[in-house]
Structure formats: structure tokens, C-alpha cells
T-cell receptor, first 115, second 116 residues
Framework: DQQVKQNSPSLSVQEGRISILNCDYTNSMFDYFLWYKKYPAEGPTFLISISSIKDKNEDGRFTVFLNKSAKHLSLHIVPSQPGDSAVYFC??????????????FGQGTTLQVKP | NAGVTQTPKFRVLKTGQSMTLLCAQD?????MYWYRQDPGMGLRLIHYSVGEGTTAKGEVPDGYNVSRLKKQNFLLGLESAAPSQTSVYFCASSYPGQGLSGNTIYFGEGSWLTVV
């Protein structure tokens, strides 16, 4: 039972254009969402996060949008750069009782930004 | 500025052999995790620990054991390796989340394990 889903395995965009990566979740107890970026042969690195009390969070070229009613979040990268080419993972967590901090990850989307 | 360090980086095992992956963090984090990454499956939580001396099962714990004898170390053991355990293993650590800020976890660089 995949609680966090990234239905697009890959995405290709032109340099300078917008990249939109999508993520859906099923567990309504999730209240904190993150995006991680991963280059080959490296560990994932934190990119941006959003709490369920917000619907948007922005950090430079990266913006995450959260639609709680649709259980959907998206990551926008504007403008996209070749160095953004990587695998992007969506992740979610729930404070709930006994907050353990564990994250549930989606399958990942491979972004390719073409020069 | 080590952060989360995993050893070994690469290992080839024969079916039935045992081994231990070591994770060390120097950020004084309370929480530590072991994930595995497989194609099309994303990152799946194997085991985790919320403090020294504590461990708990994650999404895919079967075939693995863990120990957290020291706050800075989290060991992942394979008692009898199987080809299905061929994967990339990532250790991670974090502070407990505060309020609604949640947890940002920090990953090591990964350990590539092949079981033949």
C-alpha cells in the first residue's frame, strides 16, 4: 500500500522553462511534507518542505504547493537549470502520537533539464 | 563536517553470509534510520531508532536487525543475506521535530550491497 505516490517516473524540460513534479498521498494523518533531491551515487539531500497549515512555501527557484483536500502536492522549479537534473523524492510524515520523525517516500521522479 | 557516514561503501556477499553496515553521525541527533532504495520503489524504511538503546521496525524489516548501543551509531545487520537484499542502503538521522516544523532528516552517501 503506497501511501505516497509519484506517478511520473520521469520528466524532461528545456532549460529556462518550468519543471512541475507531482506527488499524491493517501494518509490524511500526514501533516509535514518534504522534497529531496538525489544525484547518482550520492545520498538524498533536503530541498524544501511544507507544513499542513500552509498551502505554499517558496525558496528561491523552488516552490512547493500543498492541496490538502486533494491530498496532492507539487514542486515547481523556475527557471529550470541543467544542474537540477536529478531524482526528486516526495516524502511525508505524521506527528500523531509518538512522533518518530520517520518519513514515507514516494517512488521518485527523474528530472532531466536539457540545455 | 562529516554529517552521516556509512561503512562500507560497497560490498559483495554470497547468499547466506552475514554482514553489518555501520552508520555514524556527528550531529548529536536523537533519531536514526535505515532505508533501502530499489528501482521503482523509492526509499523504504527498514528500521529506525528514536534514541540510544531503542529500535523499531519500519516498512520492510524482515531479514534485518539493528542496534543502537551508542547515540551516534546505528548498525544494520543481515544475518543470512539473500539476493532480494541486493540494494542501496541509506542511513539517516534527525532531531525530533518541533511543533509543526516536522523532521528534516539527513542522509549518508549510501552503501551498495550485492548478494550473489
Amino acid at each position: 500500500d503506497q501511501q505516497v505516490k509519484q506517478n511520473s517516473p520521469s520528466l524532461s524540460v528545456q532549460e529556462g522553462r518550468i519543471s512541475i513534479l507531482n506527488c499524491d498521498y493517501t494518509n490524511s494523518m500526514f501533516d509535514y511534507f518534504l522534497w529531496y533531491k538525489k544525484y547518482p551515487a550520492e545520498g538524498p539531500t533536503f530541498l524544501i518542505s511544507i507544513s499542513s497549515i500552509k498551502d505554499k512555501n517558496e525558496d528561491g527557484r523552488f516552490t512547493v504547493f500543498l492541496n490538502k483536500s486533494a491530498k496532492h502536492l507539487s514542486l515547481h522549479i523556475v527557471p529550470s537549470q541543467p544542474g537540477d537534473s536529478a531524482v526528486y523524492f516526495c516524502a511525508a510524515s505524521s506527528h500523531g502520537s509518538g512522533n518518530t520523525g520517520k518519513l514515507i517516500f514516494g517512488q521518485g521522479t527523474t528530472l532531466q533539464v536539457k540545455p | 563536517n562529516a554529517g552521516v557516514t556509512q561503512t562500507p561503501k560497497f560490498r559483495v556477499l554470497k547468499t547466506g553470509q552475514s554482514m553489518t553496515l555501520l552508520c555514524a553521525q556527528d550531529m548529536n541527533h536523537e533519531y536514526m534510520y535505515w532505508y533501502r532504495q530499489d528501482p521503482g520503489m523509492g526509499l523504504r524504511l527498514i528500521h529506525y531508532s528514536v534514541g540510544e538503546g531503542t529500535t523499531a521496525k519500519g516498512e520492510v524489516p524482515d531479514g534485518y536487525n539493528v542496534s543502537r548501543l551508542k547515540k551516534q551509531n546505528f548498525l544494520l545487520g543481515l544475518e543470512s543475506a539473500a539476493p532480494s537484499q541486493t540494494s542501496v542502503y541509506f542511513c539517516a538521522s534527525s532531531y525530533p521535530g518541533q511543533g509543526l516544523s516536522g523532521n528534516t532528516i539527513y542522509f549518508g552517501e549510501g552503501s551498495w550491497l550485492t548478494v550473489v
